[in-house]
């Protein structure tokens, strides 16, 4: 027994591939345990001096009190957004997830990223409605309590703003953490009415063919959705991880469409028309429109493409000395599961499987882990995800190849973390 | 494939799969209230690029002119070349190359839409403030300004929408 687990464990051991790659499993099977019985030394032991007293202070006076709205630890507050506001603007920008801080799938409300075009409306539910009328039989009015009494549907799945990524674009690569550069994609569970059920109550008519969403921020921030999309899967939020939506992300409801960009789930949703033909607003024309190198835009590209990125270690973090590490990340697709993550320690030389953890949920984000015995010396990290329709996340030069540069929206190029032997962490173009 | 490709591919598959079945048999408590015509015509401003929505009214750049620089010079700069914030004239020709200048002129491919935008969101410190005529005199102050319409054209809801932009027909929409 003792002689097969030893195989097993030594078996487990051998590179899967470049630069110390180990197998997905090691850590699932308890091969690491048997790291040390294999002879190999990835534990660093500390010296006693470092340990705190035997009874410390908090064990020995009461603790706090109960809250009525739980506050994170003291210790933790410096895990927090990267804010940017437009010049000139109050609340014109963005704020980016941190997602080299964080772990699981599930984005904390407070971290979840945000994009805004004219602030965070402070707005009173008793005098908030979402109408929706157009080509309808019956133009109708909903309130935040009428649409708590619908049948509600609940999806654990990501919310990205095609932005995202974008700094990846620039002649030098940007020397920010994963949630500096890749911080625009957040994971919740979201909680609605289906869109469809408030339509077809309407009476929405065969002649519509798209929807205008409108929210009612002070940029009355509108898109226009193909109506095949709005009878799918799209919902009305009211609830994001089971608690009423925060302001800044949509407060009291907010349109959402799984795997599409961002900016396309209005937040505020206050009106909803039915129409044959898109409006053609300014952010779906003018903004998120993907020009190309031969001039001609691209309307309406709304599925988000296959990505994942390396949490840990990336840009900002730093290694303890060689050993045993375990590489995580996140991958997403807009067109549904994430079949498989790849990972390389030798900027894309080599590959090797990653664990993908569950649940691997449609649309949503996937945590993925590599067991890396770093062994001190210069090493680039990369991962690259393929959803369940084949698609492949591109490397960055191929992207560039074909989108030119630079480009604004739908960056989703496999990203480069290069460690350096003092055990720094940074971008780099691999 | 090309990603783009793709991608555009998997939105019609998307929309190909759509569960009509799955929403209709959903029922919902029917719980919306009746808007009257006056509730919707009060609160849908979005202008269809046929023109659909547009209100009455009308304005000329030499109108739009005064307007601008009382309410729009300090974020989008003399003659709209922008700094602090979007530039909103010029930038023709630059779109297919590797620096393009995305403006109203250079890029834009409906005329419709710069109404509907100045309307529901500027000025950014007062939205939905500027009267329907002052929004006709803007739009025709910014058209004229990218040489797309004469000074002395008037825009109202007849001849906006018969506005046509120069790079229309650069736009490729991925849903039919």
């Known amino acids: 027994m003792r002689e097969t687990t030893s195989q097993t464990a030594s078996q487990l051991l051998e590179p899967v591939a470049g630069n110390g790659l180990l197998h997905r499993r090691l850590f699932l099977t308890g091969g690491a345990a048997l790291v040390g019985a294999a002879g190999l030394e990835f534990m660093t032991v500390r010296p006693a001096a470092a340990a705190p007293p035997d009874v410390p202070a908090w064990m020995k006076t009461p603790g706090a009190g109960m809250s009525a709205y739980g506050a994170r630890s003291r210790h933790e507050e410096g895990v927090v957004r990267t804010v940017g506001t437009t010049p000139g603007t109050i609340g014109t920008g963005a704020s980016r997830t941190p997602l080299e801080r964080l772990e699981g799938i599930i984005t904390p409300g407070a971290l979840h990223f945000e994009r805004h075009h004219n602030g965070i409306p402070d707005i009173d539910p008793a005098e908030h409605r979402l109408l929706i009328h157009g080509l309808v039989d019956r133009p109708l009015m909903f309130d935040l309590e009428s649409l708590s009494r619908y049948p509600l549907v609940s999806r654990i799945q990501f919310l990205e703003c095609s932005g995202n990524s974008g700094g990846n674009n620039a002649p030098e690569a940007p020397q920010q953490s994963a949630g500096g550069i890749h911080g625009l994609v957040s994971c919740s569970e979201w909680t609605g009415v289906p869109l469809g059920v408030l339509l077809e109550e309407a009476g929405v008519r065969r002649a519509a063919r798209w929807i205008v969403a409108e929210g009612a921020d002070a940029a009355a921030m509108s898109r226009s959705i193909p109506k095949l999309k709005a009878l799918d899967d799209a919902i009305v939020a009211i609830y994001q991880n089971g608690e009423r939506l925060r302001p800044g992300n949509g407060y009291p409801m907010r349109l959402f469409l799984p795997g599409w960009e961002g900016n396309a789930c209005v937040k505020w949703l206050r009106r909803v028309q039915a129409t044959s033909e898109p409006a053609m607003t300014k952010d779906e024309t003018s903004k998120y429109s993907d020009l190309m190198p031969d001039g001609k835009a691209l309307l309406f590209t709304f599925p988000m493409g296959v990505k994942s990125v390396i949490t840990s270690p990336s840009g900002g973090l730093s290694m303890h000395g060689p050993g045993l590490y375990q590489i995580s990340g996140i991958a997403w697709s807009g067109a549904g599961r994430i079949r498989g993550v790849e990972v390389s320690a030798d900027g894309g030389q080599t590959f090797a499987a990653a664990a993908l953890e569950g649940p691997v949920l449609p649309k949503a984000l996937t945590r993925f882990r590599m067991p890396w015995r770093w062994d001190g010396g210069t090493a680039v990290l990369q991962s690259r995800a393929i959803d369940e329709t084949g698609a492949v996340q591109p490397t960055r030069q191929a992207l560039l190849a074909e989108r030119g540069a630079p480009f604004r929206y739908h960056y989703h190029a496999i990203q480069s973390w290069e460690v350096s032997p003092e055990g720094g962490v940074r971008n780099v173009y691999a | ?176």
């Open chain 2, 1 to 176: 494939m090309s990603t783009l490709n793709l991608r555009a591919c998997t939105c019609v598959a998307v929309i190909a799969s759509a569960a009509w079945g799955s929403v209709r048999a959903q029922e919902g408590p029917g719980l919306g209230v009746a808007a009257t015509p006056e509730q919707v015509v009060g609160w849908a401003i979005s202008i269809l690029p046929d023109g659909t929505g547009l209100p009455a009214g009308s304005g000329t750049a030499a109108a739009g002119a005064e307007v601008y620089a009382e309410k729009c010079v300090a974020c989008h700069g003399v003659d709209g070349a922008g700094m602090p914030n979007d530039q909103l004239v010029g930038g023709h020709g630059t779109i297919a190359t590797a620096t393009p200048v995305r403006t109203i002129g250079s890029y834009w491919p409906y005329a419709t839409t710069v109404f509907d935008y100045i309307r529901r969101a500027m000025p950014l410190v007062a939205p939905q403030s500027l009267t329907n005529d002052e929004t006709y005199a803007l739009t025709a102050y910014l058209l004229h300004l990218n040489g797309i319409i004469d000074e002395g054209d008037v825009m109202n809801a007849r001849t906006l929408p018969r506005v046509e932009m120069p790079n229309h027909d650069n736009f490729v929409r991925a849903v039919p």
